[in-house]
């Protein structure tokens, strides 16, 4: 029986505790305000939900002041949508107006929210980018020559990598249906079905399940594992022996799961069968290093010690795992370098990979919640011995 | 009978063409290498296609010299999908590595290829973003102080509006798929169903009709209009004298359809027959208008004349339309003031919108081919009379 589905949306209190975490970081920053560009973070901080941002078109803005609730700075044709969400301070101009789409609206709101030698914080570090013409950051700096700009990546990132109960909820949820779609994936894939039927069945299947989208769906397919981990489908028939991998970021209410299964069709080779369980065995390992205060470097060493004790070089994906909220990876990566601190509530991915032989790879991908006390796993653990179908 | 799709990917004479335009407008801006970084850019010169672009976490870098093929700058991890592309130079780095996510690498590559005093430009203008960490940018720029960067919006833009026989193709192969699927419309819509429903199952009957992936979807149902143009759907079931607004854009081979569809729900009143028979004739007038030599304002000015001319005041969308291709919407934008000239080739959409009352807005959108004498409409145009479903 299916699960029924966490509400939509959030309380308001849940954006004002966001606010107020966000405040407290940017007072111990030093930051009097901050800038948010892209929709993850607008949509984090403010609610506003629409697939818009699929247009290029418009610069969408908000501001959080040190104290008191955000303000958008926002295209015309937003301003319902966003009057929906907590937000109350709307500002609009009618986008797009190339010649000044929303900087002289923008750089009023600074003033007015901070003064002319405020300190703004601007996500400008790891795994982030402004989401505005470079051209309008040049106009918005000169026409504010005194306002001083700081990164303010480790502020937000400390924030929302930490996930509230309302948003595990939204994760877990679809972990699960992807994991329902996963278990049933013999109905869709088997010996001469093209690998693009088969995403496109598990795409179609997905939804059917309750997916409100599906918007991240790779894998590959070949004789004793496959070259690619981030391609779309071929129209090639899958072949007796071909290793099946599908990885999936589907989406409900905005939150994204982020695993991946492998099956053999018809049958498995004893290589890929050792592969399999490497990286099982690989993923154990990641799970029992998981507690508050252990860190991303050594969840990697962990999952690292297995797959080079089985004699394995790593594969070329450059990390074995992230975090996983309103975008398909987040902030921290389990790498050598990234010394992380894990905190209960953060939701990460396991994913060590390994290369079988030259270009053929294997790679497995588990979706986790940190604990106080532990690890739980948010998608169904895959099985222990390679599935053949 | 449905029509078989084109061919997927493009010949390599279609890149080298592309390059050569490309390199033609960077010789008469005085651009010595031209640096793209985000998915439509990078995909336009290289082919290179990856639904991995929604992970943020590494920047990919493409260099286009004054002269011969480009160079890729890439995580690892893209290596084997590159490799399958026209592009033979590429360069990869580990990433994620925070600490040098390519910056060295890439300004090593911009020395290599056009010294430290060469003319870069960067796409910096409307409709634009650098899709790499800004701090990573300021870093860059530092490591090349002498480089000047210049912005190449203007030479981006002016290519890539102006679309290739196999890209059109692609275009008006999910333009005639998707206008399938908006026909079959009362299959899935009627009163009683859930207007989140609705969106789930067109979603599906898209994919099930061959539609790759359908990135885009939003719309509205309300009596008399709908509120809102740009937000997901409600679980608000469909009542008597509603109208039902949806707008698609689903994708074939990364190339996408935009337009919509309104229907009434059992009845649709006097207020709602008017608004529809006059963005009808808004539509023709734009259609009327489209010659290679006239302008986007041209266009403007026609359509915004019908609806003035009924009475109505303009909708909240800022423009009539926009171009179409590898993104949902793209240059130039028919506005009072975008004066950019038709050309043969160019895809774009009409898409006239008004204010029926207070709250309640309507929406036409159709997608056209520009050709040397007059349009090609690539969506089965709308029937002239409001369908009632």
Chains 1, 2 share one sequence.
Not at 249 to 264: I, L, Q, S
Not at 331 to 352: A, C, N, Q
């Amino acid at each position: 029986m299916t699960a029924p589905s966490p509400p939509r949306g959030f309380e308001e209190q849940e954006f004002e505790a966001r606010a107020e975490r966000l405040q407290a970081g940017m007072a111990a920053a030093g930051i009097d305000l901050l800038l948010l560009t892209t929709e993850p973070d607008v949509r984090y901080l403010s609610g506003f939900d629409t697939p818009f941002w699929h247009s290029p078109t418009r610069p969408w803005f908000l501001l959080l002041p040190a104290l008191g609730p955000p303000a958008a700075v926002i295209p015309e044709i937003g301003a319902p949508a966003m009057a929906a969400t907590w937000v109350t301070d709307i500002r609009t101009w009618p986008a797009p107006v190339p010649a000044d789409d929303g900087v002289t609206l923008l750089a009023t709101a600074i003033r007015e929210l901070v003064g002319v030698r405020g300190t703004v914080g601007v996500p400008m570090g790891p795994e982030t980018h402004l989401r505005m013409p470079l051209a309008d950051w040049s106009r918005l700096r000169a026409s504010i020559p005194e306002m001083h700009v700081v990164d303010a990546t480790p502020t937000v990132a400390a924030v929302r990598m930490v996930k509230s109960a309302p948003e595990i909820a939204k994760i877990r949820h679809i972990c699960h249906r992807a994991g329902d779609a996963f278990d049933a994936l013999a109905d869709i894939a088997g010996e001469g079905v093209e690998l693009s039927s088969v995403f496109r069945r598990f795409r179609i299947d997905l939804l059917e399940r309750g997916a409100d989208d599906v918007p991240y769906l790779v894998g590959g397919a070949g004789p004793g594992g496959y070259a690619d981990v981030i391609s779309p489908p071929t129209d090639e028939p899958l072949r007796p022996g071909d290793v099946l991998m599908l990885d999936t970021g589907a989406v409900h209410d905005g939150y994204f799961c982020d695993f991946d299964r492998n099956v053999a069709i018809g049958r498995a080779d004893d290589a890929v069968r050792r592969a399999y369980d490497t990286l099982h065995r690989a993923v154990d390992a990641g799970l029992a290093a998981i507690q508050p205060g252990a860190r991303c470097s050594g969840l990697f060493t962990a999952m690292a010690a297995v797959i080079e004790g089985d004699g394995y070089r790593a594969g070329n994906v450059g990390r074995f795992g992230h975090g996983l909220g309103l975008q398909l990876t987040e902030w921290p990566s389990h790498t050598r370098t990234d010394h992380t601190v894990l905190r209960p509530g953060m939701v990460i991915t396991l994913e060590p990979g390994l290369t079988i032989a030259p270009g053929r790879t294997m790679v497995h991908e588990e979706d986790v919640l940190v604990l106080a006390d532990g690890a739980e796993l948010l998608s169904r653990r895959a099985p222990r011995e390679m599935p053949v179908i």
